[in-house]
């Protein structure tokens, strides 16, 4: 069990530019989560899914934002024509659960720290 | 919507000294309720949880907490902290009927332990 990494660990962009990220949970973990924390406050949902489904997105998840959990496996979160207030450290979150039947707590990464210039 | 309150943004404490940070949240609806620590520039940690069954819930570190269905509070406590307890801490919790389990955080508390 190597725990859910992220990749990069830190991205510095310009005001514009399409950033991406990704996010490899435990591998046998079904539901996998995205978060964003700005600076002094707690993280926020942004979206999640149940192996390759998305079934739930915030209404902080702009249409700038997609993500993708193609297979079920890792997942990438993309943000295009990034703005400043896009700043913020995104997390990646992952569990095994089955509503109603199992659940266990998230699991998290290091997460990424993104600055847009 | 829920939501959690985190009163206290920061917390000094004396090295040994007893320590409890609070967290309340807004809805008595079934809930499972979480603590978390964060380190700079690091994720999250999972320091205990609260599933179902005894209210006093004990954690990693020494530290642990407890359900307070009627006051919605769910208070982290540690009764000796020690300089490596300076940290972040969180409070999180998930409706168990939302089918999502996502999480709701309060804004954080900065523990910091005095030498």
């Known amino acids: 069990d190597t725990g859910v990494s992220q990749d990069p660990r830190h991205k510095i962009t310009k005001r514009g530019q399409n950033v991406t990220f990704r996010c490899d949970p435990i591998s046998e973990h079904n539901r996998l989560y995205w978060y964003r924390q700005t600076l002094g406050q707690g993280p926020e949902f942004l979206t999640y899914?149940?192996?390759?489904?998305?079934?739930?997105k915030s209404r902080l998840l702009s249409d700038r934002f997609s993500a993708e959990r193609p297979k079920g496996s890792f997942s990438t979160l993309e943000i295009q024509r990034t703005e400043q207030g896009d700043s913020a450290m995104y997390l990646c979150?992952?569990?095994?659960?089955?509503?109603?039947?199992?659940?266990?707590?998230?699991?998290f990464g290091p997460g990424t720290r993104l600055t847009v210039l | 919507a829920q939501s959690v309150t985190q009163l206290d943004s920061q917390v000094p404490v004396f090295e040994e000294a007893p320590v409890e940070l609070r967290c309340n949240y807004s809805?008595?609806?079934?809930?499972?309720l979480f603590w978390y620590v964060q380190y700079p520039n690091q994720g999250l940690q999972l320091l205990l949880k609260?599933?179902?069954?005894?209210?006093l819930v004990k954690g990693i570190n020494g530290f642990e907490a407890e359900f307070n269905k009627s006051q919605t509070s769910f208070h982290l406590r540690k009764p000796s902290v020690h300089i490596s307890d300076t940290a972040e801490y969180f409070c999180a919790v998930s409706d168990r009927s939302s089918g999502t389990y996502k999480y709701i955080f309060g804004t954080g508390t900065r523990l910091k332990v005095l030498a």
């Open positions: 979150a992952s569990s095994l659960t089955y509503s109603g039947v199992v659940y266990n707590e998230q699991f």
């Open positions: 809805s008595s609806v079934s809930v499972y």
């Open positions: 609260y599933l179902s069954g005894s209210t």
């Open positions: 899914f149940q192996n390759e489904a998305q079934l739930e």
